[in-house]
């Protein structure tokens, strides 16, 4: 099996390119999505976050308030460290499960913002970064919905996409068309395809 970290700022395009490389033997897995999932359960994970910040953090219907969790979490990065520690250890034990269910010769891409921030880029064979200026992310992400107050905050907490650079193995820059993207994505699922392939020959 192949394991792709795939990795971007705020406003990249990472999930678009996630997307794009899903199916054909390309198991895609959202590690905000993951944690979403932990909260709509209501198990282990939910009552771990409750017992932390309090019923404050909760809707009407009982349901974990994501904006009203990470306003509380985000300007102080004690409580910002708490709330990883335990949706992380339990993202990193999902996707252990999960991949243990594909066949040998699948390719899992894993997409998640922090992977060179936290050091477990390490863990997988490929490094794939989707770049993109702060400029060009910030008006992405503001289109998606989010206030300049909550890109900015987003933003410090994550490495600069220039740093990113050197630690990627590929890079898609997507500052182009749709067109510009999708044709980069076809040269990298051919190039991971063959990556398999030499594994499974015991090439490399």
Known sequence: MLKIALT?????????????FEGEGFYLFDADRIIRNFYEEKREVYKKVLEAFGSGILDEEGNIDRKKLAQLVFDDDKKLRILEDITHQALYQRL??????????SIAI??????????TYKNYHVVLL???SYETCKERAIRQGYSIEDFERRWKKQM??????????FIIRNEGTIQDLEKRVEELKRVFKN???FQKEGVF
């Open 96 to 105: 252990e499960e999960d991949f243990a269910k594909l066949p040998s010769n």
């Open 130 to 132: 989707v770049y993109a």
């Open 8 to 20: 971007g700022n705020i406003g990249s395009g990472k999930s678009t390119v996630g997307k794009l």
């Open 160 to 169: 600069p996409p220039e740093e990113k650079l050197r630690y990627a193995d």
């Open 195 to 197: 990556w398999v392939k």
């Open 110 to 119: 894993v997409e998640a913002s922090l992977f060179i921030e936290k050091g």
